[in-house]
C-alpha cells in the first residue's frame, strides 16, 4: 500500500509558478515510477510526467520545457515544478504511484491559471 497526499495547489496568473508537493507513505526509491497527471475539466486524465526509481524523467510535450519532476528519497516526496503557465495549465493535478504494476493515487490538488 502507498498513500500520497498532494499540496501545493492555487491560483496564479498566467506565467507565473507554482511547486506542487507529493508526499508519500513510503520510500520513493522502493517504488517503480512516480508520475504527475492533470485532469481538466471536461477532459480525460493525462500523464505530465514521470520519475522512475532510478531518477529518469519523462514529460508530456505539452510541459517540456516549462514543467520539472524531481524527488526527495529522504523526505519520500516528489515535486513538480511548474514554470511559465499557462491558462490551459488549469487542472487537478494528481500524484500517481505505480509498484509492481499496482497504481496508487492522491486525491488531486486543483491549479487555476488565470489569463
Known amino acids: 500500500q502507498v498513500q500520497l497526499v498532494e499540496s501545493g495547489g492555487g491560483l496564479v496568473q498566467a506565467g507565473e509558478s507554482l511547486r506542487l508537493s507529493c508526499a508519500a507513505s513510503?520510500?520513493?526509491?522502493?517504488?517503480?515510477?512516480m508520475r504527475w497527471y492533470r485532469q481538466a475539466p471536461g477532459k480525460q486524465r493525462e500523464l505530465v510526467a514521470t520519475?522512475?526509481?532510478?531518477?529518469?524523467?519523462s514529460y508530456a510535450d505539452s510541459v517540456k520545457g516549462r514543467f520539472t519532476i524531481s524527488s526527495d528519497n529522504a523526505k519520500n516526496t516528489v515535486d513538480l515544478q511548474m514554470n511559465s503557465l499557462k491558462p490551459e495549465d488549469t487542472a487537478v493535478y494528481y500524484c500517481?504511484?505505480?509498484?509492481?504494476?499496482?497504481?496508487?493515487w492522491g486525491k488531486g490538488t486543483l491549479v487555476t491559471v488565470s489569463s
Open positions: 500517481n504511484a505505480e509498484r509492481f504494476l499496482i497504481n496508487y
Open positions: 513510503r520510500r520513493i526509491d522502493d517504488i517503480n515510477n
Open positions: 520519475i522512475t526509481s532510478g531518477g529518469t524523467t
